[in-house]
């Protein structure tokens, strides 16, 4: 009797798949309500951009300028930028990536129903790609509530809205197919932790919203992974997790996002390093270098330490957990889980931003400088932090080249560590060697994990 049944059942389900809509109800069945809900408050950006002018080599040499100089190519350029953005609160909240408006100044936000607003930038985010925008509207506007990012599943059904090449509001469907993608999509990657989607996503989508079958956002679409420049079915969109963390950080009055400060060095555990280390499987950070200041290192942890969860949530790459500590957000405590020689532990981390201590005493060279208008800073944690140094660096470092160091070699930077043999420990320490009388140099520097030797005279 159970094999005739099973035998039915397969027979049976050819047709029932094969099945037409039977009633009017069936045959209206589509996306038609949730994009009535949603579109309204995605909006369309247009931003005007002055871009500086094109300058050759030799007009960069103070001696051939005046030859080389043209008037009309030294204007200012206008560019415009197209992209989109998604309101996020009755009073005029909206976010947009960074590359559309970031650089911009002047912006129009104009609405599903043609209203049209200029707005201005409250917090920008290179790293992230993230822009908080403040538009005046004199009543309320529709917005889209955020999702929790940590409920998205992989399979679900989304719908991508934006303004792709500029032809006007459109609605593209797919699934999220991917989640934690770290590092995806090239260009910014931000803070390498992604929502993918199959839901085409073209130029033009940039800001654009991800939402779910709820109305909700789960992301701001942000790029592709393409080698046609159009859509191949892979796009990355931005949590709204971390988008709800600059919310909280625009509204407080910051014009910069402040991400906490691991003050740590690592790298993913794979699986030749699993075996070694007592884990059964690939996964998880080993740290290889902790800073002296690290809020990691206050809380207990040590090199040789794998770090598997930060906030509760599994972390397998260094960008999966600045973004965990940066959706806790500053001035909390995260919990920590780790390995040490097989053993798991926890410890609870303060999340701060990168100490700006010792004092950086940033200097500007004066014009009688060898080296003049280039400005120079002494190293602490924030700025290893802001220029991406490495952790164990120390010294005096080039903030800005001006227009000279590019020509004996320097660029921003570059730690110098001595000048003809005497070490640089602090900006006067160069400002001194650099302003007296001798004519040939010779600079021990730090490029990265690199160090070479930069010889001129004058």
């Known amino acids: 009797m159970r094999y005739l049944l ?14 037409v809509p039977q009633s009017a109800a069936q045959m209206q069945l589509s996306f038609v309500p949730l994009v009535k809900q949603a579109t309204p408050a995605v909006v369309n950006i247009y931003a005007k951009i002055m871009a500086a002018p094109r300058r050759t080599p030799l007009q960069s040499d103070p001696f051939f300028e005046r030859f080389f100089s043209d008037p009309f190519s030294e204007r200012p350029r206008v560019q415009n930028s197209l992209g989109s953005g998604v309101i996020l609160s009755a009073d005029g909240i909206v976010v947009s990536n960074y590359h559309v408006v970031g650089m911009a100044t002047e912006i129009r936000v104009v609405l599903n129903d043609r209203r049209e607003y200029s707005a201005e930038v409250l917090l920008g985010d290179p790293e992230a790609d993230l822009a908080i925008l403040k538009i005046n509207a004199e009543a309320p506007l529709p917005y889209l509530e955020l999702r929790d990012s940590e409920t998205v599943e992989v399979g679900e059904l989304a719908l991508a809205i934006g303004n792709p090449f500029g032809v006007g509001q459109t609605v593209s469907s797919g699934i999220v197919s991917g989640l934690a993608r770290s590092g995806a999509g090239g260009g910014n990657s931000g803070l390498g932790y992604f929502i993918q989607t199959d839901a085409p996503i073209n130029p033009g989508n940039s800001g654009g919203a991800l939402i779910d079958m709820a109305g909700q956002l789960i992301g701001i679409n942000t790029s592709i992974l393409t080698r046609s420049g159009g859509s191949n079915g892979i796009g990355f969109a931005i949590p709204a997790d971390l988008v709800k963390a600059f919310v909280t950080q625009a509204r407080a009055g910051e014009v910069a996002f402040a991400r906490p400060w691991a003050g740590i060095s690592g790298q993913p555990v794979d699986s030749d390093m699993a075996g070694p280390l007592g884990l059964d499987r690939a996964g998880g950070i080993i740290i290889s270098g902790l800073h002296a200041a690290s809020p990691f290192l206050e809380a207990g942890l040590q090199v040789g330490d794998v770090i598997t969860h930060v906030g509760g949530a599994p972390v397998h790459t260094p960008n999966e957990m600045i973004y965990r500590m940066s959706v806790a957000g500053l001035g909390s405590q995260a919990p920590v889980r780790f390995l040490r020689g097989g053993e798991e532990k926890e410890a ?62 320097l660029r921003n930077g570059d730690i110098i560590l001595s000048v003809n043999g005497v070490e640089i420990e602090h900006p006067r320490d160069l400002q001194a060697l650099f302003g007296g009388q001798v004519r040939q140099f010779e600079l021990l520097i730090q490029r990265g994990d690199r160090r070479s030797l930069l010889r001129f005279r004058v």
């Open 6 to 19: 099973m035998i039915l059942a397969l027979v049976a389900a050819p047709a029932l798949a094969q099945q």
């Open 348 to 409: 609870d981390v303060s999340l701060i931003a990168a100490p700006d201590v010792p004092a950086r005493d940033e200097e500007v060279l004066p014009a009688r400088s060898i080296l003049p208008d280039m400005r120079i800073a002494r190293v602490n944690p924030a700025v290893i932090s802001e220029l991406n140094l490495p952790l164990e660096a120390t010294g005096v470092v080039v903030m800005d080249a001006g227009r000279f160091g590019p020509r004996v070699g």
